[in-house]
């Protein structure tokens, strides 16, 4: 891990959400297929040297896991090295002893590989799936987050919030070996990266559009807040979704329809325009799309971590129903030749 504002070293992940994909043929994937399927590009980023696994959380038809830590737990049988984690856990409509309980179960299981990465949630399904008012959406996560943080110190704890009954010298297991490790992610909000710095919890920022250096502030604000509140140097991290191929042209023409698809899907429901033309190949060239051959990709991974000094870049390596092959080669191109180039262009 690099000291804030240095860029020698950087810990190099992939990110999942479980997409709902089709094969190569255009036959769609059944959700346990698709669940396997996510332990098979785990166990290969194993293998292949990447540093973190991370799955996210969603309760909607497009995407098969709902149940990260469960999934999790399997892929910790069955790989040796690499860091498990979520992308994100919604800490808003869960219960922080159970995410707590659950990750550190994983850590066991994994020898000690477990993260949680805690966020609101960009998808609010989960919302009326468990009862929870979306008008707390703020309120929820803020005495969430405050409950976890006093679980991290696995010692007996005492809380009081409004939204839940109060605890008094309550004991959470099963207890870690050397404490759990988490981070926030945050798509933008000034308050959450303060938040953040407050806890003294690493900061995931999720850039999913825009180029990257649109964030420098947020990172300065980060670290000038943890200075302020005398925190030592905690790392900061970026989500950026991509695709990586043999070649630019195969990978963004393995992209372009899902990627397209996807995002035109979430636009409906959220009132933005139709993708217009040009707007794929602009997000490669110019914004937050990691889409290409593995110089390409590694290039453009060093220069994002050059120019916001971060200590950890998470792909997103799955992209709307993009097949289960195609993410295998980008998974091992991302392993044997991407990690090793980003770390020769940062030396």
């Known amino acids: 891990m690099n000291h804030p504002g240095l860029s020698t070293s950087v810990d190099l992940g992939l990110d999942t ?22 332990v098979a590009q785990a166990v290969l980023a194993d293998q292949v040297g990447v540093d973190a696994f991370g799955v996210g959380e969603h309760h909607r038809r497009d995407f ?13 049988t069955r790989t040796e090295r690499i860091r498990l984690g979520s992308a994100v856990t919604v800490l808003s409509s869960d219960d922080p002893i159970r ?15 477990a993260e949680v990465t805690l966020g609101r949630g960009s998808f609010v399904e989960s919302f009326p799936l468990f009862g929870f008012d979306l008008a707390q959406y703020e309120d929820l996560f803020a005495e969430k987050l405050d409950l976890f943080s006093a679980l ?6 005492t809380w009081q919030g409004r939204l839940r009954p109060p605890l008094t010298d309550q004991h959470v297991y099963p207890k870690t070996t050397d404490g759990l490790r988490v981070w926030i992610a945050v798509g933008g909000s000034p308050e959450s990266v303060v938040r953040a710095a407050e806890y003294r919890i690493p900061l995931m920022l999720a850039i999913i559009g825009g180029p990257a250096q649109r964030f420098a502030p947020y990172v300065e604000l980060y670290r000038n807040a943890g ?20 070649t630019d042209e195969q990978a963004r023409d393995q992209l372009r329809e899902h990627w397209t698809a996807s995002r035109n899907k979430i636009g409906s429901e ?3 325009p139709p993708a217009q033309r040009g707007d794929f190949e602009r997000e490669i060239e110019e914004g ?9 990709v590694a290039q453009k991974i060093a220069a994002t971590v050059r120019s916001l000094g971060i200590d950890r870049f998470d792909l997103k390596y799955s992209n709307g129903q993009l097949p289960h092959g195609y ?7 991302y392993g044997t030749e991407v990690i090793p180039r980003v770390r020769e262009l940062l030396t």
Do not use: C, K
């Not at 509140?229 to 043999?246: F, R, T, Y």
């Open 17 to 38: 959400f479980g997409d709902m994909t089709i094969t190569e043929d255009g036959t769609a994937e059944s959700y346990p297929q698709v669940l396997r399927n996510v």
């Open 64 to 76: 098969a896991v709902s149940a990260p830590d469960v999934v999790l737990a399997g892929i910790a």
């Open 99 to 113: 995410v707590f309980e659950r990750f550190a179960t994983i850590d066991a299981l994994s020898g000690g590989r």
């Open 152 to 157: 991290l110190a696995e010692g007996p704890v």
């Open 227 to 246: 200075e302020q509140l005398g925190n030592p140097p905690l790392p900061i991290g970026v989500h950026s979704p991509g695709h990586i191929a043999d």
């Open 270 to 272: 959220r009132g933005w």
């Open 288 to 296: 937050a799309l990691y889409v290409g051959a593995p110089e390409t």
């Open 327 to 333: 993410s295998m080669r980008a998974i091992e191109l």
